[in-house]
């Protein structure tokens, strides 16, 4: 029997190491506008989001949002959006990508209190979808098709 690797790799996916966080969270490197950075793979939300203290950073066009981020323990908060960025996981590369800039802090406490390192945002549902992913949760494999 091919093994679920063998299967996708076959089927033109792109294969990216996870990393399992203290707490409990998967975490992966991502390149934005070709800056490198470090994500938290969060399934449960909707946007991929980026700290605003990392705006220039990953070089983004942020505009005013009327939208109000919620998770994580906050509601409503302010955020600013940044569309037409550039996004690669592994050998995986996306255009065109709409992100959603937040206060990250309240993410980063929490990652820190539990002696987990900061990241610089979260890959959510949105690109997980655009990918078509699939997670190997035993192996800590994440696959994303083009």
Avoid: R
């Avoid at 539990?114 to 549902?125: F, K, M, S």
């Amino acid at each position: 029997m091919q093994s679920l690797n063998d299967f996708l790799i076959e089927k033109g996916y792109t294969k990216i190491k996870l990393k399992l966080a203290k707490t409990n969270h998967f975490e992966l490197k991502a390149t934005i506008n070709g800056v490198k950075g470090h994500f938290i793979l969060d399934t449960g939300a909707s946007s991929s989001c980026i700290g605003l203290n990392a705006i220039e950073t990953f070089k983004l066009d942020a505009e005013e949002s009327l939208v109000k981020a919620a998770g994580a323990g906050a509601i409503d908060m302010e955020t600013q959006i940044s569309k037409k960025n550039a996004i690669k996981i592994g050998k995986w590369q996306k255009k065109n990508v709409v992100l959603i800039l937040f206060n990250l802090t309240h993410v980063n406490t929490a990652l820190i209190n539990h002696n987990a390192n900061p990241v610089d945002g979260i890959i959510g549902a949105d690109i997980l979808k655009k990918g078509k992913a699939i997670i190997d949760y035993e192996k800590k494999y994440l696959y994303l098709k083009p």
